[in-house]
């Protein structure tokens, strides 16, 4: 049996697309392991699905000051011990990194030890982890056209993100019936993402009333920012968060206004679902989701509203004219290459598991 080492952490987005891996790996006969940080959010995630999980020690390397980057750096050559230890342990025959800090001495005790690695880099330019560890990989996956100019020209694979298969099991009657809702409306969804949902929840918030004329809404609004006050109103329903429901969710929805983190536009790109993305600002984050969004509008596949530039009717004109031309984008979207990105790393994973 062969066996395969799964490692990548520190959010959702570094662990979800390796849980997408899982069944199709299960079925090719691989025997599964994750290495992950001690405590970080993975280890629940991985061992709610009965992978074995083993933990090592992860510093954030950072491009800023901080007083913790005196000390990180042991914590890395802890990991990188700690990593070299467990591998040489399990013996892998291929290991696949999703990205996150944790990830950096997995894949570099990995090319220690011979042992094939593939990475995947969601964004268009790669991350800090990742630019570190590509020197080591076998093979770079990557979502977006544009990024194979940062790769390697012999390691670059264009290949989409794993999504997972019960992402496309929801039923719009139970995603009407959780919410409250019929179907004499479209649905239209909001969804902040764990960073910046303040101000697509402000946006949404201030054209409630105009916009339920036209839509029912399901607002996902993100960990304490539930409006009470909006509890008992007709045609909205607000989550903090949304997990087993979620398919269901999705499935009713017709248009969906979201953040432009790579995970999730590749999600709604595999959905087909019309889509107004609102990308977090460069003062918020390194400019990864301007990037995203750019390249998904260039496609064809999204609408992009700069969060600089929403208003009360920027953002009305944005909802109502994706809305009216939704056709035209599920086309689009229905002709997109990268919605068979599992069978491209299963084929890449079965190439070189040595």
Do not use: W
Not at 309 to 315: C, G, I, K, N, S
Request: charge should be positive.
């Amino acid at each position: 049996m062969k066996r395969i080492i799964l490692t990548g952490g520190g959010t959702a987005g570094h662990v979800t697309p390796n849980m997408a891996l899982v069944p199709s790996l299960r079925e090719a006969g691989y025997d599964i392991h994750y290495i992950g940080s001690y405590n970080g959010m993975e280890r629940k995630l991985i061992e709610e699905i009965g992978i074995p999980y083993h933990g090592i020690s992860s510093g954030k390397l950072r491009r800023y000051f901080d007083v913790k980057n005196f000390s990180d750096p042991f914590k890395v050559l802890k990991g990188y011990g700690e990593a070299s230890h467990l591998i040489k342990k399990l013996k892998p025959d291929i290991v696949f990194s999703k990205g996150g800090f944790v990830t950096v001495p997995v894949v570099l005790a990995a090319k220690r030890r011979k042992v094939p690695v593939i990475i995947h880099e969601s964004d268009i330019t790669p991350g800090l982890a990742n630019k570190l560890s590509i020197p080591a990989a076998t093979k770079v996956c990557c979502n977006f056209p544009e990024t194979l100019a940062h790769l390697p020209a012999d390691k670059a694979v264009l290949s989409g993100s794993p999504i997972r298969k019960e992402l496309f099991s929801g039923s719009k009657e139970e995603g009407l019936r959780i919410c409250g809702f019929d179907d004499s409306k479209p649905v239209l969804m909001a969804m902040g993402g764990s960073l910046g949902a303040v101000a697509i929840n402000n946006a949404l918030r201030n054209n409630l009333d105009a916009l339920l004329e036209q839509f029912q809404i399901i607002h996902l609004c993100g960990k304490g920012n539930y409006d009470h006050s909006l509890e008992d109103k007709k045609g909205y329903k607000q989550f903090e968060y949304a997990k087993k429901e979620l398919t269901h969710l999705f499935a009713a929805t017709d248009l969906i206004i979201s953040r432009a983190g790579a995970n999730a536009i590749c999600e709604l790109l595999a959905l087909k679902k019309p889509n107004i993305l609102i990308p977090l600002p460069a003062t918020q984050s390194r400019g990864d989701q301007l990037l995203n969004a750019a390249s998904f509008e260039k496609s064809g596949y999204s609408y992009v509203l700069q969060e600089e530039e929403m208003t009360d009717d920027t953002l009305l004109k944005a909802v109502r004219y994706v809305y009216d031309e939704r056709e035209e984008y599920i086309q689009t979207l229905k002709e997109s290459k990268l919605n068979d990105s599992i069978a491209i790393i299963m084929d890449l994973i079965k190439k070189y598991s040595k």
